[in-house]
């Protein structure tokens, strides 16, 4: 696998704890300061507590991040099956959003690492809300 952040999504996938849903998904991560970091999904006997790849991805990220561009998403990986490409959940995306910008480029992979999707995060999530709506109240 020539592409780092592909094998790394998918080395992460291989580690997915999806014993209910059996749909194993990994991510990968390159932040402006080159770092890479990767996450799969963790589920959990209460549903509603698992969390998803991307979101360790992230979480990793943030735990070595040493300074502002360590934490600044350039480029995401997702890597998972089904008929449809994986496309990142509604949350996931705005977890996302916290750390990317409008241009983060958002790559979609099949279990093989075959692209199916690519685009920008603006793409994916159109008129956000995000830290600049915070920035400036009084
Ligand atoms: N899942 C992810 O980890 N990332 C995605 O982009 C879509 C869905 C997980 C959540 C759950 O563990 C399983 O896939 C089925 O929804």
Excluded: W
């Excluded at 059996?22 to 549903?47: K, P, T």
């Amino acid at each position: 696998m020539s592409d780092p952040l592909v094998a790394a999504a998918l080395a992460a996938r291989a580690r997915a704890y999806a014993p209910y849903s059996r749909f194993a998904v990994g991510a990968a991560l390159r932040c402006e300061d080159g770092s890479l970091h990767a996450g799969c999904n963790v589920e959990n006997a209460a549903y509603p507590e698992g969390s998803c790849a991307e979101a360790g991805a992230i979480a990793a990220m943030v735990l070595a991040a040493a300074g502002p561009s360590g934490r600044r998403i350039a480029e995401l990986v997702v890597a998972g099956g089904g008929a449809a490409p994986c496309t990142p959940c509604g949350g996931c995306r705005q977890k996302i959003r916290e750390f990317g910008r409008p241009d983060t480029l958002l790559r979609i992979v099949d279990e093989r690492g075959a692209e199916r999707l690519r685009l920008t995060l603006a793409e994916l999530l159109p008129h956000s809300f995000g830290p600049d709506n915070l920035a400036g109240l009084s």
